[in-house]
């Protein structure tokens, strides 16, 4: 079992920036694609940003320009840079490792964007 350990969230101000990290732990799991989703209160999770085994990566429409989700050196940590936060973006914030066969979820990090 893959276990993915999260970082980074926090309380930031409307206009702030916070940099969200995720690892594998324990091991050097290598996954097919890797993503960031996020929950608010009364919403469902949706997809925020994922990137490919290849360097392709996507974004929700609500983030482009704002949000970027880069891979580390090793390939088993997964990084989301989030620049002009918004209040909307107020959310639990989880990483996933997911291919053929299998998807891994951290346990997730709060980021609220508030004044």
């Known amino acids: 079992q893959v276990q993915l350990v999260e970082s980074g969230g926090g309380l930031v101000q409307p206009g702030g920036s916070l940099r969200l990290s995720c690892a594998t732990s324990?091991?050097?799991?290598?996954?097919?694609?890797m993503g960031w989703y996020r929950e608010a209160p009364g919403k469902q999770r949706e997809l925020v940003a994922s990137?490919?085994?290849?360097?392709?990566?996507n974004y929700a429409d609500s983030v482009k320009g704002r949000f970027t989700i880069s891979r580390g050196n090793a390939k088993n940590t997964v990084y989301l840079q989030m620049n002009n936060l918004k209040p909307e973006d107020t959310a639990v914030y989880y990483c996933?490792?997911?291919?053929?066969?299998?998807?891994?979820w951290g346990q997730g990090t709060q980021v609220t964007v508030s004044s």
């Open positions: 324990g091991s050097s799991f290598s996954a097919y694609a």
């Open positions: 990137i490919y085994r290849g360097g392709n990566t």
């Open positions: 996933s490792f997911f291919g053929p066969g299998y998807n891994y």
